[in-house]
């Protein structure tokens, strides 16, 4: 005859021990499962059931109580990251002449030296390691100028990679290609930064600048939202200390004369910055377009021009 019983029997049987040990685990409150030490083992409180043995604890063997004590003692470096050009797996040689306990080396201080020497020949080998690690450089300057975030440059340091990789650097200089870089990753994460901005600070002309950041645009299938006047609002109140109320009258100006399709075709630089304008009007803290312009980095002239346009409408949703 058909037995349920004895078949249930036979497949709790045939379950390999990695099965039944779930099965363990799932019958054992959570809260009567306590590690043993001394056995490595998980053990229910319960039913006495080792549920799992031989556990490897992974934690430092050390201990520590400070950030400072914690950076002291870690074995480990930094995490991976594209703006270095090993990407952060090569392993450094420290200089100090003590080893791991404390020691001053004495027998094995020339070695030592040599080592530290071979080591720092083979981090650069090929002339991609060579020209990434000039491309690291140059990006780390440029973005410590322009106070960008750590985002920003690992998306960066990500475009240029891409751009070595598929050639498009070879035959041109690598500070306007990574000043295209820097251009184009903060048009992707939406941060304010013009062209002018990064003229500034970088060795290389605008037009430069400008014709790498089309390549990289068409070489590499990238597609780049325009940017949003609204963007460099907060900027440029902050630089001249205005309150959070001229921000949000601003980007309501900006907001309105989006719905009426004027921003279309124009300077998103020169429309926050008239738009700034219009709401210190407004809310009566004086600026004078010459202040706004120099901050935004436009002419009066531009300021001027987009406070007219956004001054029509106004008056047409006055009127409404």
Not at 26 to 42: L, T
Request: aromatic share 6%; glycine share 4%.
């Amino acid at each position: 005859m058909f037995n349920e019983e004895s078949v249930s029997n036979n497949t709790e049987l045939n379950k390999s021990p990695q099965e039944q040990g779930k099965d363990n685990k799932s019958k054992c409150p959570p809260d009567k499962i306590v590690y043993d030490v001394a056995r490595a083992e998980y053990i229910c409180l319960e039913t006495g059931e080792v549920i799992e043995d031989r556990v490897i604890d992974d934690r430092a063997e050390w201990r520590a109580f400070t950030p400072e004590e914690r950076e002291k003692r870690a074995r480990t470096g930094g995490p991976i990251t594209p703006t270095v050009h090993d990407m952060g797996f090569t392993t450094a040689i420290d200089y100090s002449d003590r080893d791991a306990s404390g020691h001053t080396l004495i027998n094995k201080k020339y070695q030592l030296y040599k080592l530290r020497k071979w080591q720092a020949r083979t981090r650069i080998l090929t002339s991609v390691e060579r020209n990434l690690a000039q491309a690291m450089n140059e990006l780390d300057r440029l973005a410590d100028l322009l106070n960008l975030p750590t985002y920003i440059r690992e998306e960066a340091a990500k475009i240029y990679r891409e751009a070595v990789d598929k050639g498009l650097v070879r035959g041109r200089s690598i500070e306007s290609v990574i000043a295209a870089a820097i251009y184009l990753a903060c048009r992707l994460r939406k941060l304010p930064r013009t062209l002018d901005e990064i003229e500034e600070y970088s060795r290389v002309s605008r037009k430069e600048i400008a014709r790498c950041y089309r390549l990289l645009l068409r070489e590499l299938s990238i597609k780049v939202t325009t940017s949003d006047p609204a963007d460099f609002v907060p900027r440029i109140s902050h630089a001249l200390g205005l309150s959070g109320a001229v921000v949000r009258t601003a980007i309501e100006i900006l907001n309105k004369a989006r719905e009426a399709g004027v921003l279309g075709g124009k300077d998103p630089v020169g429309l926050a910055a008239a738009a700034v304008y219009l709401a210190c009007e407004k809310l009566g803290e004086e600026r004078s377009q010459k202040e706004i312009a120099n901050v935004a980095g436009v002419t009066e002239v531009t300021v001027r021009n987009r406070c007219r346009e956004l001054m029509k409408v106004l008056s047409m949703e006055v009127e409404e």
